[in-house]
């Protein structure tokens, strides 16, 4: 009989299936589709969001203390179950608790409704314009290298572009481009002595 310090056969097999058992479990909830997606649902997590969420990433969702969280994009969380993980077990070393250890999953679902309602993905965004004349007049008569720098290439004396989309909106995006000068971060600012 196989024994591995007091440890039968048996026991092994038992340990590694339940080991199995549980990361299966893991895979499956990874591919978990949000079983409350219902109009209801939206708006009772919008109420959750509101009590739980609000005081960290803003009423609107928009950041505050936290990100914002209406970009479509999440960092943490890729899918709808990455959503729920982060919810309801937070992020270690980071200023997300796990706000909803204590609440059902249909409510943690509820709240994934909702972010989910109030975001569009930026490539479900139709937005005018041509690309490759925007880039010509960043790189060429808009100076815009002079101060910025987009995947490496340019200035580090305003803030790096290359995920800028990523972090304003369209409408943010649009009102920088026609008065860059309005709202200047203090740390982007600069003297000339003369």
Known sequence: MFRLQGISAGRVALIVTVFWIGSSANLAAQDTENPHT????????????????SRCHGIDAEGDDGPSLRRGRFRRAQSDAGLFRVISEGVADTGMPPIFRRRTDESVWQVVAYLRSINQRPEDILLPGDAEVGQRLYAGAGRCTTCHMIAGV?????PDLTSVGDRRSPDELRADLLEPDHEVAPRWWSVRVT
Do not use: A
């Not at 340019?154 to 305003?158: A, K, N, R, T």
């Open 38 to 53: 219902s109009l209801e649902d939206v708006e009772t997590g919008e109420r959750l969001f509101q009590i739980h969420c």
């Open 154 to 158: 340019g200035s580090l004396l305003g």
